[in-house]
């Protein structure tokens, strides 16, 4: 298994961006799919992207498309979620998750989870 610390999370306004972190322990995170999940208060745990190990091939969410990009350095074992033109509903905790399948858009492709890291988009 993977180990996974997201950092980045804050407060910021609509319109505004940010960069999730999500750092990895574990010499298979090189060849894991990595992907992203949020969770807003009431709601279930939602698919937001992923990248396959390469680094080329990307999958997003249609609320996202446009607006996120992911992007990893496996040299670094490092993943991140750049969030562009933020909106209030972007509000949720964010979750870095690491697997084998690519693309993996349900939770129950991977096998292992960051704490996540809350991100707050005010109107």
């Known amino acids: 298994q993977v180990q996974l610390v997201e950092s980045g999370g804050g407060l910021v306004q609509a319109g505004g961006s940010l960069t999730l972190s999500c750092a990895a322990s574990?010499?298979?995170?090189?060849?894991?799919?990595m992907g992203w999940f949020r969770q807003a208060p009431g709601k279930e745990r939602e698919y937001v992207a992923a990248i396959h190990w390469g680094g080329m091939a990307k999958n997003f969410a249609n609320s996202v498309k446009g607006r996120f990009t992911i992007f990893r350095d496996n040299a670094k074992n490092m993943g991140y979620l750049r969030m562009n033109s933020l909106k209030p509903e972007d509000t949720a905790v964010y979750y870095c998750?690491?697997?084998?399948?690519?693309?993996?858009?349900?939770?129950?492709?991977?096998?292992?989870w960051g704490q996540g890291t809350q991100v707050t988009v005010s109107s």
């Open positions: 574990g010499r298979t995170f090189s060849t894991s799919t």
């Open positions: 998750a690491a697997g084998t399948d690519y693309p993996a858009i349900t939770s129950g492709q991977y096998d292992s």
